[in-house]
């Protein structure tokens, strides 16, 4: 076809086009809406352009919504690795089109503001743009996720997006209850009241000063749930009675934090993740659920106020989790006193190729925990060991718990030390109803959050018919068997 031919063939197809009649246009506009509500906010606002009727249905579709997410699966409608999405030109796309949806957006209201993506001072004035609309529309769930992926020596000032409280006006009613903040600088103005109506507040990858914590303590009468992950600045926390309505506190690899101490007469959870700083409960009457992962050190070092004197600090304590470097019993105290109201226990331990049988260990916490319902053992890293009980240590760990319903081991290699194990527990524990083998290697991530590294397959398939085929003779028939 020459040249001539086609461009008279386009024409004529552009020609059909014109008067062909827009049907999708037609319909009603709530079915239009239901088409726009399952479109990424891109692909949403991107139809603006079709024209002036899909423009007034944009327009009037994101009046119905009082929530913003403007991430990167909400942008772009899957979600691509760090390494991808903070590139300079895909940093642009995206505060083009966030910037897009904000002009179309024109509720009176925004309950929910939600911007994740990896920006730091250098689009600062985007960012304000953007905290300033939400601000001015009384947001009530504010979170900035800005990660910047860096590990602590990369967190510096001039790198981290510098929170504006100044654009919270301080002669209005405060409006903001959940705030949460992902590799930014808070610094809080003085007499600064716009954030007293918060109920939970998260902190991550934030430089603030301890100062700055002490006075939202102080000052946010209503805050119920506090979290702070990799905040370098606090070395020293004390919580004393300062927070009458704090019910969960997590705190977790703050890296230079030295002590804390904590008065907090509605606590129910706490959890700490870290190296194991100086703690002490001085007053926790509700506490139920405590969790304390130390990522170095071992059980005889990091842990001995947990293991000295958390059940007496905490005698309502009905939940505990807790994690060892390494399983060997000499890294216990000679006894660990009782946990009159312990239900459920969870430790995580690491494996030693020399760490001997494991059922000294685990007796220790068992006698420990009279009462004690559920037991999850979780195994990580390592290889198994093969060296089983002696004669003498297996006489000092009999004795009957009858309580115990439910225990799960998980990181189970069917190795002599695991088999035995596993026999031992069937026999003390009176009131077993289900052991539960997980073949996984499972991580706790923090906030109830739990992770697991799966085996090969093949291998995954041979090591559940051998665990199958090693404990099924072990186990008495009242006992449910759960290979997972």
Known sequence: MSIKSAI???????????????KISEMPEQILHSILSVLTLKEATATSILSKRWKDLVSSFMALTSTLNLDVENMIGYEYGKEFWAKGNQRFEFVRWA????????????????????????????????????????????ELDLDLDMSLKYLLENNLYDFPCWL?????????KHLFLNSCILRLPP?????????VLSLENVLISEEDILYILSNCLLLESLTMRNCPSIVSLK??????????????????????????????????????PNLSFKFVPQLVTACIFTRQGNLSSDMTYP????????????????????????MLPPKLSTFTNLKKLVL?????????SLIPFTATFLKASPFLQKFMLHLVAGSPCKEVITEIQLCSSEFSHNQLKEVQISGFRCSPDEIELASYIVRIAMALEKLIIDPKVTYYEGKGKWNFTDVNKIWSKCLRENICKSLSRLIPPHVKLIIL
């Open 307 to 330: 293991l000295d004197r958390l059940s007496c600090d905490i005698p309502q304590l009905e939940t505990l989790l807790l994690s060892s470097s390494t399983m060997k019993e000499n």
């Open 348 to 356: 995580m331990a690491g494996r030693s190729s020399n760490r001997g």
């Open 191 to 199: 007499d600064f009241s716009a954030f007293s109506s918060l109920s």
């Open 8 to 22: 008279v063939e386009g024409e004529r197809l552009l020609e059909k086009l014109e008067i062909m009649e827009d």
């Open 239 to 276: 919580i004393d009675g300062l927070c009458p309505q704090l019910k969960h506190l997590c705190i977790s690899r703050c890296h230079h934090l030295k002590n804390i101490e904590i008065v907090a007469i509605k606590l129910l959870s706490f959890e700490y993740i870290g190296t194991m």
């Open 168 to 176: 919270f006006r301080q002669d209005r009613e405060p409006h903001i």
């Open 99 to 142: 910037d897009k949806i904000l002009q179309l957006h024109q509720h009176q209201k925004v309950d929910v503001f939600r911007v994740q993506f990896c920006l730091g001072q250098g689009s600062a004035c985007h960012l304000d743009r953007w905290t300033a609309y939400a601000a001015e529309k009384r947001v009530q769930e504010l």
